[in-house]
Structures are given as structure tokens and as C-alpha cells.
């Protein structure tokens, strides 16, 4: 264990001995006054790899060249275009090939996944979700209670933490299992909440929720890529996520679903079907009768936009080489030692909302401070004038991020550094 020093020439030996440093020059920073920007906001949208440029390029040529043969002839022909993500994906995520697929974008593959998943009874009809969950999925999930003629006030159920607590703590999942898990349909809960940063023991909620006899799953937009996932492992029943914050594929990138190979050929589950999750064998017969494909791939609706999928193949080639386990250890030590000169430096002024334990969190740092609302915005300006892009979450929190594939450990230091003059100031 590293016993970490409030200076910066440890932050230069870190960053020499760090083994992961060379994959920061495969990715390009933005910059500030000519130099790079301390860049800790991974967690909103990671940076652009210096190859997706390269792989949009090549598909931008292939359609030049080839016209509509590209599906077939292209460098990664366009028809089965989306397979070429499947086995990368499933390594980030503990998944197998066949539970994977990109497609949409997340709160799309969330409708999806409920349509087949949340099939509510008279017994059984609630969702269980957090308080305070991600809008977009608090909408989503009160408009499939909706959708099935039922009603929100007694069909959603928000989890809040216990009296006097900052976090929702597994415990409580199970206690509210305990008390109404019979009625409960569908547990969906964050891997990594965003706001806070805190991580959930995943393993733990599945376990509970299947005792119960509940379908779980996990929203992961703050957990793929960051922390290590495994999800088939873990029975989760399904999962969605966003490719654009820790998975670098650009503003707006299509997003990934989880889908466990139990369900794999769950053929009778109602789904909102479309052509490019029929069984691909017969596909263009199009005939009128929808025969799905076995797997995630089956809830695909239409054919796969190359454009939008391209550059996460150049952030997923960067994952296979550093390995989600090297990139893990990294991330533990970086936000490790933010944590340390936080603490060192801004005890008094900055309070640390993401939960200390290593396990419960990932890269992400939720930071409050404690001049009050007015003040930390302002600071929060200035951060931004002085070349660190964090981000800003109402009423009055910073959340930074330092991603252990293009983050160094100087980034950390200067980000503290610069921080440490505008609150202290
Ligand atoms: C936790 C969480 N869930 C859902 C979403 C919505 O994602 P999308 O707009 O890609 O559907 C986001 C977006 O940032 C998010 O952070």
C-alpha cells in the first residue's frame, strides 16, 4: 500500500511508475492555454481515443467505395456490424457474448427491457427504484406503470436511506424486500449512483431480490468501464447503459443492454419486436412472422448505425489492452490519493459525499462545499477559468472523476492544488 505524500513530486513518481500511463497519449485532451486541461469529467462524457477518427474514417470510406456493398464487403461489413462489439462488451461487463448488444441509447433500451421484464399481476405489480434515481429513468419507469393501466402512488416504490443516514445501505434493500418483496415485480436500482459515486454490491441485491422472486436490474451508465462487473456471474437479470461517459464512444453513443443467458430464449415474453432481432438465418425471406433471435441481439430493432457505433470500437480496443482489472487497480489508487489530499489540504472546507470505502465506490469523488450554495458555484466557475472541467450537480455539489485511462496522478494534485486556492483564498 502506497503511503501517499501531499507534494507534487510524488505525483510525478506516481505517474512514472504508474503502468497504465502511456494510454493517456492515446486519447486526446482538451486544452486550456496551451496546455492540457485537468480533465475529470469521464463521468459526464469520456474523451475522445485518437483511433476513432480512424474507424469513422474507414466506414466514411467504405460507403465512399462501395455504396450498398459495404454491408456485405466493407473492412467490418455493416450487416453483422454490431458483432463485432459483442465479445469486447462482454469483457468489460462479465457478460457473454450472447448477453450483449449496443444498440439505442440507454433510456430507449430501458423501455425495452421493461416491456419484456416488468410484467405486473394483481399480486405483483410494484418497481422498486432509489429516491432520487436519475430522472430519466424515474420517467421511464412511471410511464411503463402507466402503460399497464396502473398507478405510480401504489405501484413505485422510491427507496430513501434510513433515518440520519447519507446512503441507501444494502440492508435496507433486503429489509424492504422483507417487508413487501412479494409484491415487488421489479427491482432496478443504480451499480453506481450519480450523484453520490456510491457503488452497490450488486451480487448481494440480486441474491435478495431473487429470494423474493423479483426480476433485478441495474442501470449502469456510472458503473461500465469503472468498476468490474459481472453480471452473468451474478445472475442480474438485465442491465442498460450509456457508451458515452466511461466507455469514450462520444456525445450521444449508442448504448449497451445486458440480457442473462437465462432469459436467452425466453421466446413467450412479450417484446417490442423489429426486423434486425429476427433470427438472422432468415431475416431477408421477410416473412410477416417475427422469429427472435436467441439472446440480447433479439430485442435489436432495426439495423445497426454504423456511424453512431464506430468509435466504441476504438475506446473498447483501448479496454482489451489495459484490462478492466489493471485499470481498476489504477483507479483505486487514484481517487485513493485525491481522497488523501482532499483531506489533507480541505478538510475544513470541503466535505467528501461519496462513501470512503474503496469497495463502495468507483473513480468518482462528489464533492460539497461547505461555503454554502452561492459560494461553491462561484468556485465552480473559476475551477473551469482555471483549465479543470469537473461538473456541476444542483443544488451544490462538484463531482470529479480522475479515470485511470487517461487521468494522471499530477491531474489530481493540480485539480487539489487549484482548488485549494479558490476556497482558501
Ligand atoms: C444514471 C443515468 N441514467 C440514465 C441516463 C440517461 O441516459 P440517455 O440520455 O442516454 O438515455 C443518464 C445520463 O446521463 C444517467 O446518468
Given at each position: 500500500?502506497t503511503?501517499f505524500?501531499?507534494?507534487?513530486?510524488?505525483?510525478a513518481e506516481l505517474d512514472?511508475?504508474?503502468?497504465?500511463?502511456?494510454?493517456r497519449?492515446?486519447?486526446?485532451l482538451?486544452?486550456?492555454d496551451?496546455?492540457?486541461?485537468i480533465?475529470?469529467?469521464g463521468?459526464s462524457?469520456?474523451?475522445?481515443?485518437?483511433n476513432?477518427?480512424?474507424?469513422m474514417?474507414?466506414?466514411?470510406?467504405?460507403?465512399?467505395?462501395?455504396g450498398?456493398k459495404g454491408h456485405f464487403?466493407?473492412?467490418r461489413?455493416?450487416?453483422?456490424y454490431?458483432?463485432?462489439f459483442?465479445?469486447?462488451t462482454?469483457?468489460?461487463?462479465?457478460a457473454k457474448?450472447?448477453e450483449?448488444?449496443n444498440?439505442?441509447?440507454?433510456?430507449?433500451?430501458?423501455?425495452?427491457?421493461?416491456?419484456?421484464?416488468?410484467r405486473?399481476t394483481a399480486?405483483?405489480?410494484?418497481?422498486?427504484?432509489e429516491?432520487?434515481?436519475f430522472?430519466?429513468?424515474?420517467?421511464a419507469v412511471?410511464?411503463?406503470?402507466?402503460?399497464?393501466?396502473l398507478d405510480?402512488d401504489?405501484?413505485?416504490?422510491e427507496?430513501?436511506?434510513?433515518?440520519?443516514?447519507?446512503?441507501?445501505?444494502?440492508?435496507?434493500?433486503?429489509?424492504?424486500?422483507?417487508?413487501e418483496?412479494?409484491?415487488?415485480?421489479?427491482?432496478m436500482?443504480?451499480g453506481?449512483?450519480?450523484?453520490s459515486g456510491?457503488?452497490f454490491?450488486m451480487e448481494?441485491?440480486?441474491?435478495?431480490g431473487?429470494?423474493c422472486g423479483?426480476?433485478?436490474?441495474?442501470?449502469?451508465a456510472?458503473a461500465t468501464g469503472?468498476i468490474?462487473?459481472?453480471?452473468?456471474?451474478?445472475?442480474?437479470?438485465?442491465?442498460?447503459?450509456c457508451?458515452?461517459?466511461?466507455?469514450?464512444?462520444?456525445?450521444?453513443?449508442?448504448?449497451g443492454c445486458?440480457v442473462?443467458?437465462?432469459?436467452a430464449?425466453?421466446f413467450?415474453?412479450?417484446?417490442?419486436?423489429?426486423?434486425?432481432?429476427?433470427?438472422k438465418?432468415?431475416?431477408?425471406?421477410?416473412?410477416p412472422?417475427?422469429?427472435?433471435m436467441?439472446g440480447?441481439?433479439g430485442?435489436?430493432?432495426?439495423?445497426?448505425p454504423?456511424?453512431?457505433?464506430?468509435?466504441?470500437?476504438?475506446?473498447?480496443e483501448?479496454f482489451?489492452?489495459?484490462?478492466?482489472d489493471?485499470?481498476?487497480?489504477?483507479?483505486?489508487m487514484?481517487?485513493a490519493?485525491?481522497?488523501?489530499l482532499?483531506?489533507?489540504?480541505l478538510s475544513?472546507?470541503v466535505e467528501?459525499l461519496?462513501?470512503?470505502?474503496?469497495q463502495?465506490?468507483g473513480?468518482?469523488?462528489s464533492l460539497?462545499l461547505?461555503?454554502?450554495r452561492h459560494?461553491?458555484?462561484?468556485?465552480?466557475e473559476?475551477?473551469?477559468?482555471?483549465?479543470?472541467?469537473g461538473?456541476?450537480r444542483?443544488?451544490d455539489?462538484?463531482?470529479?472523476?480522475?479515470?485511470?485511462l487517461y487521468n494522471?496522478?499530477?491531474?489530481?494534485?493540480?485539480?487539489v492544488?487549484?482548488?485549494a486556492?479558490?476556497v482558501?483564498?
Open positions: 500500500m503511503t505524500r501531499a507534494d507534487a513530486a510524488q505525483a512514472r511508475a504508474d503502468p497504465l500511463a502511456g494510454f497519449a492515446h486519447f486526446h482538451p486544452q486550456h496551451g496546455r492540457d486541461e480533465y475529470l469529467c463521468n462524457l469520456g474523451l475522445q481515443p485518437r476513432t477518427e480512424r474507424y474514417r474507414e466506414e466514411l470510406e467504405d460507403w465512399q467505395r462501395l450498398v464487403d466493407g473492412r461489413p455493416w450487416m453483422p454490431h458483432e463485432f459483442a465479445e469486447r462482454a469483457r468489460v461487463v462479465g457474448p450472447i450483449v448488444v444498440m439505442n441509447s440507454l433510456t430507449v433500451n430501458l423501455h425495452l427491457m421493461m416491456t419484456s421484464f416488468y405486473p399480486k405483483r405489480h410494484k418497481i422498486v427504484i429516491r432520487g434515481a430522472p430519466s429513468d424515474h420517467y412511471e410511464a411503463q406503470i402507466r402503460l399497464h393501466g405510480p401504489t405501484s413505485l416504490v427507496l430513501a436511506p434510513a433515518t440520519g443516514r447519507a446512503y441507501i445501505e444494502e440492508s435496507d434493500i433486503e429489509a424492504l424486500l422483507e417487508a418483496g412479494e409484491s415487488v415485480a421489479l427491482l436500482l443504480p453506481v449512483q450519480y450523484y456510491q457503488a454490491d448481494r441485491i440480486v441474491r435478495a431473487h429470494a423479483c426480476t433485478v436490474a441495474f442501470d449502469l456510472h469503472n468490474p462487473l459481472k453480471l452473468h456471474d451474478w445472475d442480474v437479470d438485465f442491465a442498460v447503459w457508451n458515452y461517459k466511461y466507455m469514450n464512444a462520444g456525445p450521444g453513443a449508442v448504448a445486458f442473462h443467458e437465462c432469459h430464449r425466453a413467450d415474453r412479450p417484446r417490442l419486436a423489429g426486423w434486425w432481432g429476427h433470427d438465418q432468415s431475416r431477408f425471406r421477410m416473412g412472422e417475427f422469429v427472435p436467441p440480447a441481439e430485442w435489436q430493432l432495426s439495423n445497426p454504423v456511424f453512431g457505433l464506430a468509435p466504441l470500437l476504438a475506446s473498447l483501448l482489451d489492452e489495459a484490462g478492466m489493471r485499470l481498476r487497480a489504477k483507479s483505486l487514484l481517487t490519493y485525491l481522497e488523501f482532499l483531506r489533507e489540504k475544513a472546507e467528501i461519496t462513501p470512503a470505502d474503496p463502495r465506490r473513480c468518482q469523488l460539497r461547505h461555503a454554502g459560494q461553491a458555484r462561484r468556485v465552480f473559476r475551477l473551469e477559468e482555471a483549465g479543470v472541467t461538473d456541476w444542483e443544488p455539489v462538484i463531482r470529479v472523476a480522475p479515470v485511470p494522471s496522478y499530477a491531474d489530481v494534485f493540480g485539480f492544488e487549484i482548488l486556492g479558490l482558501t483564498a
